[in-house]
């Protein structure tokens, strides 16, 4: 059987418009193969929502806006939405406009109630939406544009009041001082730097000869500390009361000598007793400048001392 050539165009072009409609149908978000139920909701302000925007339960796309009209008479607009039959849309459910971004774009919230009742396909249910994208940048533009013009407000106060002016001004000032101080500094520090680095060189080299006579200084003290244990020990106060007691005891003797009293007075006046005596004296002073030659002999306070001292009348032949 042949196919006449008009036959074949009918069927290209229904099989391309078939192709057409389910091409249109696809972008605008309808699956044909899926049933919807429809429902309506009236606004006095849609505030610029269009068909094809979404429809979303909790958040989740389900559907789209199917139409947007304006009733001539009363001039209330009305809204279609389209829902796959398989989601339960309940009788007191609210279709609610909504921003979906920061530009300004409108799409619906379907938000169930709680009645145990589901609306039939066609029913009206109640209508809601969003503050309008200005009105909620406004609500949060508010309070910062009062501070801002309170902000200016004092800013203009100070200005008109010659504050700020005066504020740059010693802050200028302060600078400049600061500016002098810095360069008093720096020709302080260069014309005294050769001074310096000389000081520095004392303080080293002292420092050096301090560390150096460590050694010598730890002796010193050495020797003081054994000296004045060895004063310590010695008993000068006795030796001082004795002394005295010795004096005195001596003055007492000479005394009677010169008034003839004693064994001593009584020879005073024989000549032989006089030599003796002339040269026990002479004897004495012999003694006298021995001790002040050397005094270590007599008065040193360790056996040390007193041997030094021996050795140095040994050596002069004294």
Same mark, same amino acid.
């Given at each position: ?10 069927? $290209? ?6 192709? @057409? ?27 610029? $929502? ?29 809204? +279609? ?7 339960? &849309?309940?009788?007191? /459910? ?19 109630? =709680?009645?145990? +009742? ?34 200016? =407000? +004092? @800013? ?22 600061? +500016? ?7 020709? &302080?520090?260069? =014309? ?7 000081? @520095?060189?004392? @303080? ?5 000869? $301090? ?19 060895? $004063? ?47 040269? /026990? ?38």
């Amino acid at each position: 059987m042949k196919i006449s050539n008009e036959t074949k165009v009918g069927v $290209l072009a229904s099989i391309s418009i078939t192709i @057409l409609i389910l091409g249109y149908n696809f972008m605008k978000g309808e699956n044909l193969f899926t049933s919807y139920n429809t429902y309506y909701s009236y606004y006095d302000d849609v505030e610029g $929502l269009f068909k094809s925007n979404p429809v979303m339960v909790n958040g989740y796309k389900v559907g789209q806006v199917s139409d947007v009209k304006m009733d001539p008479e009363s001039l209330k607009i009305m809204v +279609e939405i389209k829902v796959p039959d398989h989601i339960k &849309v309940t009788k007191d /459910a609210v279709i609610k406009i909504v921003n979906t971004d920061l530009i300004g774009s409108k799409g619906t919230h379907l938000i169930m109630g =709680t009645s145990s +009742e589901y609306a039939r396909s066609g029913d009206t249910l109640k209508a809601d939406k969003d503050q309008g994208m200005a009105k909620a940048i406004g609500k949060l533009i508010m309070p910062l544009s009062e501070k801002i013009n309170i902000l200016l =407000t +004092e @800013l203009n106060d100070q200005i008109s009041g010659n504050q700020i002016k005066t504020t740059l001004e010693n802050l200028n000032k302060t600078l400049n001082t600061a +500016e002098k101080a810095i360069a008093s500094v720096e020709n &302080v520090i260069t =014309t005294k730097n050769g001074k310096l680095d000389a000081v @520095l060189a004392d @303080l080293n080299s002292m420092t050096t000869d $301090l560390k150096a006579s460590t050694p010598m200084v730890k002796n010193i003290l050495g020797d003081l500390n054994e000296t004045s244990n060895e $004063l310590k020990e010695a008993d000068l106060k006795g030796t001082i009361a004795s002394l005295k007691s010795t004096i005195e005891e001596v003055n007492a003797t000479f005394s009677n000598i010169n008034k003839g009293q004693g064994s001593i007075g009584k020879l005073a006046t024989d000549e032989a007793l006089y030599k003796k005596l002339d040269l /026990a004296i002479e004897n004495m002073n012999k003694l006298i400048v021995d001790i002040e030659k050397y005094p270590s002999r007599y008065t040193g306070i360790t056996n040390g001392q007193r041997r030094k001292a021996d050795k140095k009348k040994k050596k002069a032949g004294d």
